[in-house]
């Protein structure tokens, strides 16, 4: 299971309601702190869900590098 960090960027599989589906990880833990990069907007969401509805990270933040495709371990 991949370990997510405070500052990565994931794209998620359904976009938020201003169109844009990148978003920055602002907490971890049980609850995920999430940031729309378009609007701004800051949700919370469980764990569970955020892992099932996450498609992609594309910046990982302790390197600040873009993400590879192929670099996305999914857990089903």
Same mark, same amino acid.
């Given at each position: 299971?991949?370990?997510?960090? #405070? $500052?990565?960027?994931? *794209?998620?599989?359904? /976009?938020?309601?201003?169109?844009?589906? +990148?978003?920055?990880?602002?907490?971890?833990?049980?609850?995920?702190?999430?940031?729309? #990069? $378009?609007?701004?907007? *800051?949700?919370?969401? /469980?764990?569970?869900?955020?892992?099932? +509805?996450?498609?992609?990270?594309?910046?990982?933040?302790?390197?600040?590098?873009?993400?590879?495709?192929?670099?996305?371990?999914?857990?089903?």
């Amino acid at each position: 299971m991949r370990r997510y960090q #405070l $500052g990565d960027v994931v *794209r998620l599989k359904k /976009p938020h309601p201003c169109g844009d589906d +990148r978003w920055e990880i602002t907490r971890t833990g049980i609850d995920f702190g999430l940031k729309c #990069l $378009g609007c701004g907007r *800051r949700v919370m969401i /469980p764990r569970k869900k955020f892992e099932k +509805r996450v498609k992609e990270v594309l910046v990982e933040a302790n390197t600040g590098t873009v993400a590879e495709q192929g670099d996305l371990e999914t857990s089903r």
